[in-house]
Nanobody, 126 residues
């Protein structure tokens, strides 16, 4: 069974940086996370979950939030079962629980992502 585990969240001051990791396990046979698109999502208190960006199987990044472009960057690790979300110039409004999700081979199909991590809290505060 595929499992995703996020890590790297924490408390940071405005303008600071964090790098979140999403580690995948439980793939069968020769599959790795390389075969899937991976999305980063976030949910702030009292708000609906929103997709931040998606990393395609060819490592292209699709941004779904204008507010993070130029500040957030997604990438795949040398360990091809790890995905990163580098977050720079963090703002108060970036405070949320961040999730990674996968389960489909293309971005733009978040509804088909049926594997989700438990989330990691990011809090931006002075």
């Amino acid at each position: 069974q595929v499992q995703l585990v996020e890590s790297g969240g924490g408390l940071v001051q405005p303008g600071g940086s964090l790098r979140l990791s999403c580690a995948a396990s439980g793939f069968t046979s020769d599959f790795t996370l390389d075969y899937f698109a991976v999305g980063w999502f976030r949910q702030a208190p009292g708000k609906e979950r929103e997709e931040v960006l998606c990393i395609s199987t060819t490592d292209d990044i699709t941004y779904y939030l204008d507010s993070v472009q130029g500040r957030f960057f997604g990438s795949r690790g040398k360990d091809r079962n790890i995905i990163y979300l580098q977050m720079n110039s963090l703002k108060f409004e970036d405070t949320a629980v961040y999730y990674c999700a996968t389960g489909w081979d293309s971005c733009g199909y978040a509804s088909k992502f049926n594997y989700w991590g438990q989330g990691t809290q990011v809090s931006v505060s002075s």
